[in-house]
């Protein structure tokens, strides 16, 4: 059983046990101080060597001589002087790593070396004379619940109805009093363990004293050695700084100027102009467009009216629609393309007229499968419809006869021209040809014309293809009519 019969004997002997075990972590936690301390100095040590080494690779990414060095001033004062600088400070920032490393090694450590074992000394000497002092209490304890037990026996049967008879040494009396003999011993034994504790407790003040004043001094030693190392650092690397600051800027060009005047660009040099230079083919009579300009296209979307575009007619036969006409800032490629032999082209509406055909600029993904499209056009002023409508109806003619103000067409037809013989001032070839005579028709570029060209004038054209018959001789605005008939994809 407890005791419970000296109230504060438990509390007491529990608080001596936890005295000694916080005591015990405590010395535990010095202990692991230091040796983070030691692992901090050892890796700055460790790294001090390698940085050493670091260096040296450093140093011999400039060992060698500057390559083309004869471009630059020999000797101090100019770039070939700045390296020399950066070659031997390098060199002298490698030996201050090796040096801290071998300072750090030799005065630094052993301090904390020295401070760690005795941590561990006195850790050792607190937890032996702890057992052995709790062993001592252990055993009193042990005795004095033995006799508080037996006591509590043969009172017990004293007081029960048959009182049974007792031998001398089992009086409730005796017992009694060897209870208070043992408990006295245990006391004894705790305070002993007591003023132990309170020796190594009060103790513990002056020794953490030492282990900081370890501490410092080690941190101190530490200080010096890498403060040495940081000024002669920062020294070495403030002389490469001012080796290059002292270049003047102009120093090394002015002295290259004058070795190599011969081989320099003149500086009154004129630079060249697009206005002087020319190439094969420039002016050839292909590559003059037949009229161009701004003109107003129709947007498909109805909320949009009209955008504004740059149009050209080539000599190729090409209508081409592009967004401005700047040739320097981007590749001018074509927005549109229409290919104007193989074109409908509608009624010129006051300054509107409309094109019918497919869009064949390069470029663009499946413009082989797209449908013909109907485009609608207008125009600035009379004057540019009218260049207009002469360029245009140089290679097709408009779907109904003369410059009206009707309606545009609605109906899907298509235009070919027939290969019908006529005199060479009314007929129009298909492709518009380089000279102004009479060719042959390609039959690649319109086999429905190359198949429907008798040599009787008034012969029709043979092909199932929609024809269109030719005019009289002169009329060239009216000298096509088209026929409405299954549309075929150019």
Known sequence: MPLTNRRGLDDFWWRVLKTTSILVE???????????LENYVSTTQKVQKAQAKEFEKILKTVSQPLKEGHHFVQGKGGVTGLFDTLRLNTQGIADVHLETEKNLKSTVLPILEKLHSEIKHKSKELKNGA???EKQVARARTATQKHIELLGQYTAAFDSAA???HEASNDPYIISRGVTHRLNRQVTEENNNLRELLAIQTSFQQFEAHILESV???LNRFFQCMGAQSDRQRAMYADMVSSGQQIPADFEWMNFYERNDASLINPNTPQRSMSNISFPNQDHRATKPMVEGTLQRKSRTLMKGYNEGYYV????????????????????QPDISLYLPDCTIGNFDDLKFSIKGKDVSSGKVGNAFHMSSELHFKAHSKNQIDEWAAALTSFVGPSSAGVSGGSQPSSPTV???SSIAQSPTSAESPVMQPLPENKPVDAKTDPVAASAAPTAPTAPATSTEPTAVSGPAGNQE???VAVA?????A
């Not at 007619?313 to 001018?332: M, Q, S």
């Not at 008939?485 to 994809?489: I, L, N, R």
């Open 26 to 36: 405590r010395l535990r936690a010095w202990k692991h101080m230091c040796g983070y």
């Open 131 to 133: 057992s052995r002092a």
């Open 163 to 165: 009182k049974p008879k």
């Open 216 to 218: 410092q001094t080690a």
């Open 313 to 332: 007619v080539t000599p190729a036969g090409f209508l081409h629609g592009f967004k401005d006409n700047d040739d320097f800032h981007h590749d001018p």
């Open 415 to 417: 235009q070919r021209t």
């Open 478 to 480: 009216a000298g096509v």
């Open 485 to 489: 008939g299954t549309e075929k994809a």
